[in-house]
C-alpha cells in the first residue's frame, strides 16, 4: 500500500512538473533562463537563474524576456522602459540605449518572477552531455546505495520491470526524434499564408446650375440628379486610400466615363475624364470634368445613325487604380476598378441604386481582396492538437533523452538489485512474493529444491506465493507439499550444526 502510495505521489508530482515547464497550451510555459551578461547588472548578473513565466500583457518595470530576430533570435532579458505604439521599448539596465528590435507582447517569452543569485552556472554545466551523463549516473549510484541496506526487501515484479525498460525506451525514442528534427530540419519553412487588404475609395460631384433649385441653390451636388436642361459640366473627384498591407505602394489612378445602352451587345462610348495620376502615400485624388452636352450628342449619334429610338441610357463614371508593392516581403500588383452608375434619359442623369438600394455603398466603395503570400517563419512542429517551436522541441528532446537514459540506468539497476537477492529473482521469474515472518522450516519438513527457478515453476503450478523469511529461505507451500530452498552456505551451516549436534 505504501509502494503505491509512493508511486502515485510520484506520478502527481511528475505531472505538477509538467504542467508547470511544458510550454502553452499543454502548460503554464514557466521556463529558467541562465544569464549570460552583464547587460542587467546589478538586478542581474552573470551566472544568475531567472524564472520567466508567460503573460498578456507587461508593464513599464518589469524585466522581460524575448528572442532577438536583430542578434539571430538570441535570448535577452531587459526591463521595459515604455511602448512605442504596440511595441515594447526594452533597455538593459546598464545600457545607455534602448535595444534595437521592439517585440510586441505576444513575442515576448514572459516576465522574470523570480531570481536564483549563482544557480545559472549549474544549469549552464547541466545542459553539457558530459554533466547529463554524470548526474544520471549519480542517481543510479544513489539508488543502488539505498537499495543495497534492503536488499532482502527489494521484490521487483517482470511487469514493473518491463514498464520501467519501456517508458525509457519511450522517452529515449521522443528525445532521439525532437533532437534528429532540431538537427534535420531547417529553422525556418515558407508558409502560405492569407493576407487580407482593401482598396478603399470616396465618389464625390458638382455641377453648376443655371436655376437655384437644389438644396445648396445653383449647385448640384453628390447624390443629387442632374437635370439636363440645367446643369452641362460636372467635376466628378475620386479619392483612393490604398491598403496599408501594402509596402512601397506605386502606381497611378485613371478616371473616365462611359456611356452605352442597357444591352449587353449595344453601343458602348469611352470619354477620358483625367489621369494617369501617380498614387502619393495614403490617398490620392482625380478629379475630371464631364460635358453632358457631350453625351447627350453621343446619344443622338447613335439615335441617327441605327434608327432606333433610345428611351434611356446607362452612364458610368470609372475610377480604375493599379498598385503595386509588396505584401508580407513579396512582390504584389493589383487592379481595382470604382464605378458610379447612373441613369441617363431625356430629363436627367440620376444615380442608380444598386440591387439593395444602399447608395452609400456606391458612393464610399471598399473592394476586399486575399492574398496568398509565402512567409518565412520558424519551423514548428505537431505534438497532437499542439505545435511547438522547433527550437523548444529540440531542448525538449534533449531533456527527454537526458530522462530516458536516466529511467532506463535506474530500471537496469533495480532489476540487478533484484537479481542479487533469491526472493527478487523469484519475483522476476514471475512468482507472487511474500514477505514471512518467524522461522522457515526444516530441511526435514520440507522438500529441498535446489534451484531458485524450480521452486517459482512449482508455485506458478500451485498458483501458491513464495514465502521470503528473514534468514533468506524461500518456501512454497502447496496441498500436497512444502518446498524449500536455502541458499548454499546456510545449507552447510544446518548440517554443520546438526554434525555438533550430534557429537555431543
Known sequence: MLRGAALLAGAAAAALVALVLLPPPLGAGVRTIAVQGSSMAPALKAGDLAVIVPRKSYLPGQVVAYRSPDLDGAVLIHRVVGYDGDRLVLKGDANPFTDSYRPFPGEALGAMAARAPGAGRALLAIMEPQWAGAAAGGAAAVMVALGGRRRRALFLSPPLMLSGLG??????????????????LPPTGVVRTPVHYSHDGEWSYTAPSLMPVYQDGATART??????????????TFRYRAPAEVEGRRGHITLYATAGDYSPTGWRRTIPLAGPVPLQGDETAITGTLDLAEVAGLWQEVARATGLTLAAARLEVTAQVHLEGELGGRPVADDASFSLPFRLDQVQAALEPPPDGRVQGLLAPAIDRTAIVPVERPREIGLGAARLPLSTAGRMGLYLLWAGGAVLVLAAGAALLALCTPAGLASL?????????????????????????DLVRAARAASAPVLAYPDGSLVVRTPGATYLWRAAEDSRKGHETARKGARA
Do not use: D, N
Open 429 to 453: 521469474l514471475g512468482a507472487p512474493v511474500v514477505r514471512a515472518e518467524g522461522h522457515a522450516p526444516s530441511e526435514e519438513e520440507a522438500v529441498l529444491v535446489a534451484r531458485v527457478g
Open 167 to 184: 517508458v525509457g525506451v519511450a522517452l529515449l525514442a521522443a528525445g532521439a526524434g525532437g533532437v534528429l528534427a532540431r538537427q534535420a
Open 223 to 236: 447624390g443629387e440628379p442632374l437635370f439636363l436642361r440645367l446643369v452641362r459640366p460636372v467635376t466628378f
